[in-house]
């Protein structure tokens, strides 16, 4: 494949920005309810497991100390595991949003697909970030094998936002 992709940058267009928005706050409004459930969780468990060592006879079931540590445990790798997750994930689409960026890069199609059960039509392309891109009937029938086609992602969190 010896064609060099192309790759330049771009401002977000006013839908793009609002596709994102609407991303990012329905994905924040996910991560809280996430969070809330783990948290909860992490003071129900230590209680269901000290009425199973009621069951068990063992002295001293509820025992405070237990409970405050194994729910303090709980709830540091559920807070530990939610802030990773934002880290990879939501920080990389707020940054999108604050810079307003997107990148545009110039690919080949590699192969051509339609897929008969969904009628759809794909371009695989020979792209580091996405490997194949849906397109309508009427672009399948026009683009073939070795045309060039440009994607569009946000810069950072590669949130695919189109083809032309």
């Not at 063992?58 to 445990?73: E, K, M």
């Not at 590699?110 to 009937?137: A, C, M, R, W």
């Given at each position: 494949?010896?064609?060099?992709?192309?790759?330049?940058?771009?401002?977000?267009?006013?839908?793009?920005?609002?596709?994102?928005?609407?991303?990012e706050h329905k994905e924040?409004?996910?991560?809280?309810?996430?969070?809330?459930?783990?948290?909860?969780?992490?003071?129900?468990?230590?209680?269901?497991?000290?009425?199973?060592?009621?069951?068990?006879?063992?002295?001293?079931?509820?025992?405070?100390?237990?409970?405050?540590?194994?729910?303090?445990?709980?709830?540091?790798?559920?807070?530990?595991?939610?802030?990773?997750?934002?880290?990879?994930y939501l920080s990389k689409?707020?940054?999108?949003?604050?810079?307003?960026?997107?990148?545009?890069?110039?690919?080949?199609?590699?192969?051509?697909?339609?897929?008969?059960?969904?009628?759809?039509?794909?371009?695989?392309?020979?792209?580091?970030?996405?490997?194949?891109?849906?397109?309508?009937?009427?672009?399948?029938?026009?683009?073939?094998?070795?045309?060039?086609?440009?994607?569009?992602?946000?810069?950072y969190s590669r949130e695919?936002?189109?083809?032309?």
């Amino acid at each position: 494949m010896g064609h060099q992709l192309q790759i330049y940058s771009e401002t977000l267009r006013a839908d793009e920005l609002g596709f994102l928005l609407k991303k990012e706050h329905k994905e924040r409004k996910m991560y809280f309810k996430v969070f809330r459930i783990l948290m909860v969780v992490s003071f129900i468990v230590p209680y269901i497991g000290a009425w199973y060592r009621v069951i068990d006879n063992v002295p001293l079931a509820f025992s405070y100390t237990r409970y405050f540590v194994t729910a303090g445990i709980l709830l540091f790798i559920s807070g530990f595991a939610t802030y990773a997750t934002y880290r990879v994930y939501l920080s990389k689409i707020q940054r999108d949003i604050r810079f307003r960026s997107k990148t545009i890069e110039v690919n080949h199609i590699t192969k051509k697909i339609h897929v008969p059960h969904s009628n759809t039509f794909h371009f695989y392309i020979d792209s580091g970030t996405k490997l194949s891109i849906e397109v309508s009937q009427s672009d399948f029938a026009i683009y073939n094998e070795g045309d060039e086609v440009s994607i569009e992602y946000s810069t950072y969190s590669r949130e695919y936002l189109g083809y032309f």
